[in-house]
């Protein structure tokens, strides 16, 4: 998928669209996408002004959103948004920083009613940098 695909399922925009490409995606089961780190991201101003550095959270939110890709590109969770509703055994293992890209795979692995989990992770170079589970609930447009 690219970015124009991804903007016809997911309702983020800039500055707060953590996906720029999906490479591989299953709809309902699973999407692999990718973030390129850019030094003209607005959190660099003040993440960290000298020093800087993505912050946790939105690599968070960056899985998160791969996996509401693979969600809701499956046709009958289109008419649906996907709200983060939790965060489990998330873990770093190092930084990202401008110049790096992300591949993000994320995994559906159950969804019951409104409330699914997913589970993910980030690499730079084949390296582990995050990764864990989340939670999301499911509302209706």
């Known amino acids: 998928m690219n ?9 983020h925009r ?17 999407a692999v996408g990718i973030k ?3 030094i003209n ?5 003040g993440h960290f002004p000298d020093k800087p550095v993505m912050p946790g959270v939105l690599m968070i939110e960056a899985m998160a959103q791969v996996g509401a890709c693979a969600l809701l590109a499956e046709e009958k969770y289109r008419s649906y ?5 939790g965060v489990d055994h998330i873990r770093f293992k190092r930084q990202a920083v401008p110049g790096d890209v992300l591949q993000i795979s994320t995994e559906l692995i159950t969804i019951r009613a409104n409330i699914g989990k997913g589970k993910g992770n980030i690499k730079i170079n084949e390296q582990i940098v995050c990764g864990g589970e989340f939670l999301f609930a499911l509302n209706k447009v």
């Open 14 to 30: 800039y500055p707060f669209l953590m996906v720029d490409r999906i490479t591989e995606l299953d709809p309902g089961k699973r």
């Open 36 to 38: 390129n780190v850019s």
């Open 3 to 11: 970015i124009d695909e991804i903007m016809k399922i997911l309702p």
């Open 81 to 85: 948004l996907a709200y983060l509703a």
């Open 41 to 45: 991201e607005p959190y660099f101003a």
